[in-house]
């Protein structure tokens, strides 16, 4: 079989660690509501998938600039816009509220 260069594993990978903290965080924290671990969920997401954009952040930015509508007009948003993933991530994860 031929394999690919866009695979699918490390994507299923991730999945699978998001999934995992999730877990492992809702249990740690004992997490009953579910807005508590949606909140959980979601800082596991953030947090994981920004870190291979960050990783390859000049690729990252060309590519997103291909799709999304403000980093086509405006680059240096595909620059920022993993670290705004990142710092999403970490809100979630210490429950910062600003409203």
């Known amino acids: 079989m031929h394999k ?3 695979s699918w594993g490390p994507v299923v990978a991730m999945w699978a660690i998001v999934l995992i903290a999730t877990a492992v965080m809702v249990t740690i924290e004992d997490a009953a509501s579910t ?3 949606m ?3 979601m ?3 953030f947090l994981t998938f920004s870190i291979p954009k960050i990783m390859h952040l000049s690729g ?3 590519t997103f600039a291909r799709y999304d509508l403000a ?3 405006f680059l240096p948003y595909g620059y920022l816009y993993p670290f705004i ?3 999403l991530g970490f809100a979630y994860l210490f429950n910062y509220n600003p409203l």
Do not use: P, T, V, Y
Request: glycine share 4%; net charge neutral; charged share 30%.
């Open 43 to 45: 800082a596991m997401f």
């Open 85 to 87: 993933e990142l710092a």
């Open 35 to 37: 807005e508590h671990q």
């Open 60 to 62: 990252f930015a060309q």
């Open 71 to 73: 980093a086509r007009e």
């Open 39 to 41: 909140r959980i969920f």
């Open 4 to 6: 690919h260069k866009g």
